[in-house]
């Protein structure tokens, strides 16, 4: 079902992707890497490989494009919880079906090889941990912030005593 990874980036010169729209170009590194083809994986059809190639597109369009669930499903012919669905498939698959772990890594190198995508996920998880990190140090600025006029307070009220 799979080729080697050597054999799919030796190949990856002889696939014009060029004047294809992103999901385009994602489609047919899934479909080179799956041996299928776009419409078989827009099919009704439950057909393992066809549900494979599916759930990987959708992760990798997740992954590099950062498009939400609902116009992926339109790619793909599905509603949002279908790829919500995909998306906890793949996560599941990715621990324990070896073969398809090794068709989506070739499919991330040749994305990254050749259409040099900005890896979302990651900047998300980046994004996301510098918003706590803000909220964090909004709520010990506050903290201070009420600390400093407590003391500030008793300051003037010490300033007072000693005045009269």
Known sequence: ????????????????IEGHSLHDKIMQIVCLITNSKPEEIKSRRRFRNYVNARTMFSALMRKFTGYSLKRI??????????IMHYEKNHNDFIDTDFEYKMMF????????????????????????????????FKKKYLEYKDRYQMLNHKYQKLCKIIND
């Not at 080729?3 to 696939?15: G, K, M």
């Open 105 to 136: 890594t070739q499919c991330e190198a040749l994305i990254n090889n050749k259409l040099d995508l900005y890896d979302f996920s990651s900047q998300m998880t980046y994004i996301e941990s510098l918003s706590n990190d803000l909220e964090h």
């Open 1 to 16: 079902m799979s080729t080697d990874l050597e054999t799919c980036l030796s190949n990856v010169d002889d696939l014009e």
């Open 73 to 82: 499903g339109m790619l793909v012919d599905r509603d949002h919880a279908s």
